[in-house]
């Protein structure tokens, strides 16, 4: 199979008046978008290729071409949604040290010539070089860098494309993730290995429900790639039936558990359309299981599994001593495979604990627990203090680090404030030195405005609940079960 660069060059080729992204700012066709990814990877070419290049903004057409335009450049790129706050990129740019930091303005203005681009020649990439570095949620409070290879996506996009029937220059796939979140990748590659249309959804499309369901009216879109409470909240919304969205083929779900009503509201609104579940951690690109939810799967299963491995890749399930658990036994999902990133971008440590080889392939320790039944994958929850809130992914540790971090706190417990066993939003347990008069409710303020200088909207606590103290375990730490039962 030819690099995956050469594979786009081909679409472009076939398909290349085709409309490639329909983005904030305006669209762009595949010509365009390669024309002015050759322009930028001419201007970054150049000695030290493992120097990423960090590419923010959020969902404009030159996100791609900073994308496309690293990877021909032979670099990795570092996906960099607008929402961060700055002190938060500081650190990545701290960890990843990249060779550029380009906005989409800079994008713009730098390939504003991508009508006269001499030919180029693709550089001939290994399967083990990067592609691209997604920085995910860290315990103690540093994102961690995913390192994905040109292998490990090939692999996962390979898996995709043979398993659903995409059309050749037909799809409009819906891209709803920020292209900083890996569930993006899913509809990004596909999108492009397949000559589809890219259709994104904005972060003020998306706290706009009439904006939102006009855009989708207009969309086409034939693949829906979402989180699942994002397709939950659509539900909510009566008109959200083909005759919204007539040409819609399948649904493709990732990143959090696919309710069973989730899954069964959208087979009656769209009798005609696939749902199907995907499960997988970024550390192995993506998604590594999948499973097609029908009318039998939904008579026979809640909660619904996360699927069965997918050819290539072995997923099971261990006990704590590494060695594979029983048909129906509870355990760790491991994954070995081609899909399965080297480790996280400089930090062996970090790396050494969650990875390590077997039979001569990558594996990943999940931290997720589950169990298989005859080959079918259930997910039951988390081993460690790493939770989803609508489909992101959020170590408690790195909330209370931050909370820690502002002035006046002594120290700080973040728990999961749950509904139906659903993490709905986070609520922080804080000690405060010389707390100031005044009400909690201002003080509380004042923390999650210190907060979001630090951290993304989403690891914000929603609740904040001061104490004197906290209540101890017998060993003397804060007793996080008794604090739980606080919230009720
Ligand atoms: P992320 O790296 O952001 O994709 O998050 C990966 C984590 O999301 C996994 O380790 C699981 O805990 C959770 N996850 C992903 N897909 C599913 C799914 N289909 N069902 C339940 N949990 C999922």
């Not at 355990?331 to 400089?346: C, D, H, T």
Request: glycine share 8%; aromatic share 8%.
């Amino acid at each position: 199979m030819a690099a995956l660069l050469e594979r786009i060059r081909g679409i472009v080729t076939e398909f290349g008046g085709r409309i490639a992204h329909v983005g904030s700012g305006g669209s762009m066709t595949y010509q365009e978008l390669w024309q002015r990814a050759v322009a930028l990877a001419a201007q970054i070419h150049g000695p030290d290729p493992s120097s990423p290049v960090m590419v923010r903004g959020h969902k404009e057409p030159e996100m791609l071409v900073g994308f496309l335009g690293s990877v021909m450049a032979g670099r990795a790129y570092i996906p960099v949604d607008n929402s961060l706050p700055e002190a938060r990129i500081e650190r990545i740019i701290a960890t990843a040290a990249p060779v550029a930091v380009f906005t989409t303005k800079d994008i713009q203005e730098r390939t504003s010539h991508w009508q006269d681009q001499p030919a180029f020649a693709l550089p001939v990439a290994a399967d083990t070089d990067p592609f691209y570095i997604i920085f995910t949620s860290g315990s103690t409070g540093d994102p961690k860098g995913v390192v994905i290879t040109h292998g490990c996506l090939a692999a996962f996009v390979d898996w995709m494309l043979a398993e659903q029937s995409f059309v050749p220059g037909a799809e409009v796939f819906l891209n709803q993730a920020p292209f900083s979140f890996d569930l993006s990748v899913m509809d990004l590659y596909l999108s492009l290995l397949t000559g589809g249309t890219l259709f994104s959804l904005t972060k003020d499309d998306i706290a706009n429900p009439r904006e939102l369901y006009a855009k989708l009216r207009t969309s086409g879109v034939t693949a829906w790639v979402s989180t699942p409470s994002f397709a939950q909240m659509c539900l909510v919304e009566k008109s959200f039936n083909p005759e919204m969205l007539p040409d819609m083929r399948s649904f493709l779900f990732c990143g959090e558990a696919l309710a069973h009503k989730t899954a069964s509201g959208l087979l009656t609104r769209f009798p005609n359309a696939q749902v199907w579940n995907t499960y997988g951690p970024t550390e192995a690109t993506v998604a590594t299981t999948s499973v097609l939810v029908d009318a039998a799967l939904l008579a026979s299963h809640d909660p619904l599994p996360i699927g069965w491995e997918r050819p290539g890749t072995m997923v099971n399930i261990r006990r704590p001593d590494g060695t594979p658990a029983d048909d129906g036994e509870r355990g760790e999902i491991v994954i070995r495979g081609a899909n399965v990133s080297p480790g996280y971008l400089g930090r062996p440590d970090l790396t050494e604990k969650a990875f390590f080889d077997e039979d001569g392939q990558r594996a990943y320790r999940t931290g997720d627990r589950g169990y298989a039944q005859g080959g079918l994958l259930f997910f039951e929850g988390r081993m460690d203090f790493q939770v989803k809130v609508r489909g992101h992914r959020i170590e408690l540790g790195d909330v209370e680090t931050h909370v820690r971090e502002v002035a006046g706190v002594v120290d700080a417990v973040v728990l999961p404030v749950e509904r139906r066993g659903v993490c709905e939003s986070l609520a922080a347990f804080v000690v405060m030195r010389d707390r100031a008069e005044g009400s909690d409710f201002a003080a509380a303020q004042a923390l999650r405005e210190s907060l979001a200088a630090r951290i993304p909207d989403y690891m914000i606590p929603r609740k904040v609940i001061f104490l004197e103290a906290f209540p101890l375990t017998p060993n003397g730490k804060a007793d996080r079960k008794a604090l739980a039962a606080q919230l009720g």
